[in-house]
């Protein structure tokens, strides 16, 4: 399969990487969408994930189509930041739901998408089947959870724009996510060239 030209390289779905040390890098784009939410949410006391439905939240949402759920009966122990989620109906037109606009090109990002699917209103979450795009690559298909799941890529982007979209299967009406992440990396975390010395 050919690789698109505006995401060059790696495609890598992990389950180790967590956090760079803030103490030796600080990434220059650091996304942290709540997804459904109007408010900001604390996750792990010192990351504040911004509500896509605030008023500056909002500016990073472009799909045509869209509603926001809240859990109105959330486990006791499950963190804030699941409670909320956004919905993407099906049967209309595919369009990005989320752009992030990034000051550096050519360059790797950490992308991380979180999924907790509850029942609310007329939706229950865990009967939801869809995929994944970013900037037009499939990085998730047929995806479907009926549990926490948290899935993370490494993608290097040859653009000055993220867009990230959800497109339901046919035999769903309808595609969620809870939270996104998207923050860059050293510059030296992937090398595109290695040198054997003899």
């Known amino acids: 399969m050919a690789f698109p030209v505006n995401l060059i390289l790696t495609l890598v779905s992990f389950s180790s990487l967590l956090h760079l040390s803030s103490a030796t890098f600080t990434p220059p784009e650091n996304y942290l969408l709540n997804c459904g939410a109007t408010t900001n949410t604390s996750f792990f006391s010192t990351r504040s994930f911004l509500g896509d439905s605030s008023t500056q939240g909002s500016t990073f949402l472009t799909a045509d189509r869209s509603i926001s759920l809240s859990d109105q009966n959330p486990p006791p122990d499950s ?27 050519n360059a790797t990002h950490f992308i991380r998408l979180h999924f907790a699917p509850f029942k609310a209103s007329n939706f229950n979450l865990k009967s939801a089947k869809f995929s994944v795009l970013i900037n037009g690559f499939s990085v998730l298909n047929t995806f479907t959870t009926n549990t926490i799941s948290v899935k993370e890529f490494i993608l290097k982007i040859d653009s000055f724009v993220l867009e990230i979209s959800f497109l339901p299967a046919k035999a769903s009406t309808f595609s969620f996510i809870n939270a996104i992440e998207v923050f860059s990396a050293p510059k030296d975390y992937i090398i595109d060239r290695l040198t054997v010395e003899e």
Request: net charge positive; glycine share 8%.
């Open 79 to 105: 963190p804030a930041l699941y409670h909320t989620a956004r919905i993407f109906p099906g049967g209309s037109p595919p369009s990005p739901a989320y752009k992030l606009h990034l000051t550096t090109t």
